[in-house]
Protein backbone atom coordinates (compact mmCIF):
# COMPACT_ATOMS: atom_id res chain seq x y z
CA UNK A 1 0.00 0.00 0.00
CA UNK A 2 0.82 3.96 -0.73
CA UNK A 3 0.88 6.65 1.50
CA UNK A 4 1.26 10.31 0.62
CA UNK A 5 2.17 12.95 3.21
CA UNK A 6 1.77 16.08 2.63
CA UNK A 7 3.00 19.24 4.65
CA UNK A 8 3.72 22.91 4.11
CA UNK A 9 0.09 24.48 3.63
CA UNK A 10 -1.06 27.46 5.43
CA UNK A 11 -1.57 31.15 5.45
CA UNK A 12 0.77 34.11 3.58
CA UNK A 13 0.28 36.73 2.57
CA UNK A 14 0.37 38.02 -1.61
CA UNK A 15 3.89 38.31 -2.99
CA UNK A 16 4.85 35.55 0.24
CA UNK A 17 6.31 32.42 -0.64
CA UNK A 18 5.69 28.38 1.07
CA UNK A 19 7.47 25.30 0.49
CA UNK A 20 4.96 21.95 0.39
CA UNK A 21 6.27 18.66 0.51
CA UNK A 22 5.46 14.92 0.18
CA UNK A 23 6.46 12.05 1.11
CA UNK A 24 5.12 8.80 -0.55
CA UNK A 25 5.92 5.27 1.60
CA UNK A 26 5.16 1.64 0.46
CA UNK A 27 5.70 -0.16 -2.68
CA UNK A 28 7.07 3.21 -4.23
CA UNK A 29 8.45 1.75 -7.87
CA UNK A 30 11.97 4.02 -9.23
CA UNK A 31 10.41 4.68 -12.04
CA UNK A 32 7.39 7.26 -11.39
CA UNK A 33 6.25 10.79 -11.79
CA UNK A 34 5.41 12.79 -8.94
CA UNK A 35 3.61 15.85 -8.65
CA UNK A 36 1.35 18.40 -7.36
CA UNK A 37 -2.47 19.44 -8.42
CA UNK A 38 -4.68 21.90 -6.85
CA UNK A 39 -8.64 22.42 -6.73
CA UNK A 40 -10.77 25.55 -5.43
CA UNK A 41 -14.53 24.35 -5.08
CA UNK A 42 -17.09 24.40 -7.65
CA UNK A 43 -13.98 23.54 -10.13
CA UNK A 44 -11.58 21.06 -11.45
CA UNK A 45 -8.49 19.72 -9.62
CA UNK A 46 -5.92 20.84 -12.15
CA UNK A 47 -2.60 20.26 -12.50
CA UNK A 48 0.29 22.98 -11.22
CA UNK A 49 3.48 21.26 -11.55
CA UNK A 50 4.93 17.32 -11.90
CA UNK A 51 8.44 15.74 -12.45
CA UNK A 52 9.58 12.48 -13.61
CA UNK A 53 12.28 10.16 -11.80
CA UNK A 54 14.35 10.90 -14.16
CA UNK A 55 14.25 14.88 -13.25
CA UNK A 56 11.68 16.23 -16.18
CA UNK A 57 9.28 18.80 -14.91
CA UNK A 58 6.42 19.55 -16.43
CA UNK A 59 4.38 23.32 -15.56
CA UNK A 60 0.89 24.83 -15.86
CA UNK A 61 1.23 28.38 -17.37
CA UNK A 62 -0.24 29.88 -13.96
CA UNK A 63 2.79 28.11 -12.18
CA UNK A 64 5.76 28.89 -14.67
CA UNK A 65 8.20 31.41 -13.67
CA UNK A 66 6.74 31.75 -9.91
CA UNK A 67 6.98 27.61 -8.87
CA UNK A 68 9.44 25.13 -9.00
CA UNK A 69 8.74 21.37 -8.62
CA UNK A 70 12.11 18.88 -7.32
CA UNK A 71 12.15 15.71 -6.02
CA UNK A 72 14.35 13.44 -3.79
CA UNK A 73 14.44 9.90 -5.18
CA UNK A 74 16.42 8.40 -2.12
CA UNK A 75 13.63 10.05 0.15
CA UNK A 76 10.43 9.69 -2.38
CA UNK A 77 9.82 13.09 -1.54
CA UNK A 78 8.79 15.54 -4.07
CA UNK A 79 8.53 19.75 -3.01
CA UNK A 80 7.18 22.82 -4.68
CA UNK A 81 8.62 25.69 -4.13
CA UNK A 82 5.93 28.64 -4.36
CA UNK A 83 7.17 32.06 -4.87
CA UNK A 84 5.41 35.55 -5.98
CA UNK A 85 2.02 33.62 -4.47
CA UNK A 86 -1.29 35.37 -5.67
CA UNK A 87 -4.63 35.51 -4.07
CA UNK A 88 -5.64 33.27 -7.28
CA UNK A 89 -3.31 30.73 -5.94
CA UNK A 90 -5.45 29.70 -2.45
CA UNK A 91 -6.72 26.09 -3.14
CA UNK A 92 -6.28 22.53 -1.54
CA UNK A 93 -3.06 21.47 -3.26
CA UNK A 94 -2.84 17.61 -3.35
CA UNK A 95 0.08 15.45 -3.88
CA UNK A 96 0.19 13.36 -6.94
CA UNK A 97 1.81 9.88 -7.48
CA UNK A 98 1.33 8.06 -10.49
CA UNK A 99 3.17 4.54 -10.98
CA UNK A 100 4.03 4.47 -14.41
CA UNK A 101 5.49 0.55 -14.55
CA UNK A 102 1.68 -0.60 -13.38
CA UNK A 103 -0.55 2.20 -14.24
CA UNK A 104 -1.68 3.12 -10.61
CA UNK A 105 -2.28 7.26 -9.06
CA UNK A 106 -2.14 7.61 -5.51
CA UNK A 107 -3.28 11.01 -4.23
CA UNK A 108 -2.27 12.93 -0.81
CA UNK A 109 -4.78 13.74 1.42
CA UNK A 110 -4.60 17.92 0.16
CA UNK A 111 -3.21 20.77 2.30
CA UNK A 112 -4.50 24.36 2.33
CA UNK A 113 -2.82 26.97 0.78
CA UNK A 114 -4.34 30.33 1.53
CA UNK A 115 -2.81 33.76 0.35
CA UNK A 116 -4.28 36.89 1.23
CA UNK A 117 -3.61 40.34 3.28
Known amino acids: QVQLVESGGGLVQPGGSLRLSCAAS????????MGWYRQVPGSQRELVAE???????NYADSATGRFTISRDNAKNTVYLQMNSLKPEDTAVYYC???????????WGQGTQVTVSS
Open 51 to 57: ITSGGAA
Open 26 to 33: GSVFSVNT
Open 96 to 106: NLDLIPIGKVY
